[in-house]
Each structure stands twice: as structure tokens, then as C-alpha cells.
T-cell receptor
Framework: GAGVSQTPSNKVTEKGKYVELRCDPI?????LYWYRQSLGQGPEFLIY????????DSGLPNDRFFAVRPEGSVSTLKIQRTERGDSAVYLC????????????FGPGTRLTVT | KQEVTQIPAALSVPEGENLVLNCSFT??????LQWFRQDPGKGLTSLLL?????REQTSGRLNASLDKSSGRSTLYIAASQPGDSATYLC???????????FGPGTSLSVIP
């Protein structure tokens, strides 16, 4: 079956611009996670959705970052007033629910802020 | 605050060798631990998931062990192959609904 997909695969934007990154989880998965990965490091947790609600958004670095999942499937990560330090690979994962099931990752979106 | 470390950061072995990757975590109160593989420019692929009540999990040439009391997990790869070359990451979850904390990964190169 289809895995987790993310679009776009690459995004180059200028400092100060607004960007949206999209994640399509595996059908039927109620839990969805966003991570950010910098070169040579493991993924860093950003936010976790259970259904439509954000169960844990403690990883969002500041109020420029926001994520939604209005219908409990597709999620969008939104970054306002991008900074060069936001450049990273943004990974999305989904699991059957949040309770102990494996997370399945998408290929990521590489964001470059110039 | 949970911290996850992985040793070594990089490893290079000849094909056919058995090898062990190490993962340590500071808070032993975990819900589960998961090992992932990441190929360059790609997302993560789950290899093994160990629940806190389990001691080990096996899949093919891979065996992962968990010692909660000492805050350690190992990933054993038998008869390594060039196709095993990738970065291996471990990740822990504190409670059933908690976020996942990743280690920095071990970059493995298997030389033909």
C-alpha cells in the first residue's frame, strides 16, 4: 500500500518568506508526527497529532512554526518569516495510533532558506 | 530530560563481519525503543521495535536487545553486507502518547 508521502521534496525560499510543507500519512493512521533533521543529527521532535488535535507541540521552536491537521489525515507544517537556521530536512511520520505502534516515515522535505 | 546517545558515531567494517551498534538513554522509564535505518537523502525505515517489557527482538540478520535498568540497547548485525551501509538511529518513547527522542545515529560502511 501507499506509504507516507511529503510534498514538496525540495523547497528553496528566501529569508523572510512563508512556506508550507505537506504530509499525507498512511490511510487509517490516526497519529502523525513532524520532525526536523539537521545534517549529521537525529530527527528532532516538533509536534504530534492524535486525530485532528495536537497532543504535544512542545517541540515547536517558536511561534513562527505552526501545524494543522483539520480532517485528521493530511497535515501541513507552516513556517512564517523563515530564517536561514530553519534550513533542514522536515520529516513526517504516521502510526496506527500513538500507543506503541511503529512509526512509518516519509522521505522528507529538504528546506533551504537563502 | 531524556537524552539518547549512540556509539560509535561512525563504523567501517569489511563485508561478512558481525557488528554491534550501541544506544544509551539517560531515563530508564521508557515505553518502547525503536531502531531505524536511514539511507542518504531518504526517510527512516523502521527495523525493530522493542516494548519495555521485552528483552530483545529479531528480524533476519538483525537482533536488538534492551536493558532498561542500565539504559542500553544494542543492535547486532550478523554477516554484514555492503547493502547494510546506512545510518542507524535508535529512538525511545517515554509513555504511550509521548514524543519520540532520537539518538544522533551511527553511520555504518560495509566494505566489499
Amino acid at each position: 500500500g501507499a506509504g507516507v508521502s511529503q510534498t514538496p521534496s525540495n523547497k528553496v525560499t528566501e529569508k523572510g518568506k512563508y512556506v508550507e510543507l505537506r504530509c499525507d500519512p498512511i490511510s487509517g493512521h490516526t497519529a502523525l508526527y513532524w520532525y526536523r533533521q539537521s545534517l549529521g543529527q537525529g530527527p528532532e521532535f516538533l509536534i504530534y497529532f492524535q486525530g485532528t488535535g495536537a497532543a504535544d507541540d512542545s517541540g515547536l521552536p517558536n511561534d513562527r512554526f505552526f501545524a494543522v491537521r483539520p480532517e485528521g489525515s493530511v497535515s501541513t507544517l507552516k513556517i512564517q518569516r523563515t530564517e536561514r537556521g530553519d534550513s533542514a530536512v522536515y520529516l513526517c511520520a504516521s502510526s496506527l495510533d500513538g500507543v506503541g505502534y511503529e512509526q512509518y516515515f516519509g522521505p522528507g522535505t529538504r528546506l533551504t532558506v537563502t | 530530560k531524556q537524552e539518547v546517545t549512540q556509539i560509535p558515531a561512525a563504523l567501517s567494517v569489511p563485508e561478512g563481519e558481525n557488528l554491534v551498534l550501541n544506544c544509551s538513554f539517560t531515563d530508564s522509564a521508557i515505553y518502547n525503543l525503536q531502531w531505524f535505518r536511514q539511507d542518504p537523502g531518504k526517510g527512516l525505515t523502521s527495523l525493530l521495535l522493542i516494548q519495555s517489557s521485552q528483552r530483545e527482538q529479531t528480524s533476519g540478520r538483525l537482533n536488538a536487545s534492551l536493558d532498561k535498568s542500565s539504559g542500553r540497547s544494542t543492535l547486532y548485525i550478523a554477516a554484514s553486507q555492503p547493502g547494510d551501509s546506512a545510518t542507524y538511529l535508535c529512538a525511545v518513547k517515554k509513555t504511550s502518547y509521548d514524543k519520540v527522542i532520537f539518538g544522533p545515529g551511527t553511520s555504518l560502511s560495509v566494505i566489499p
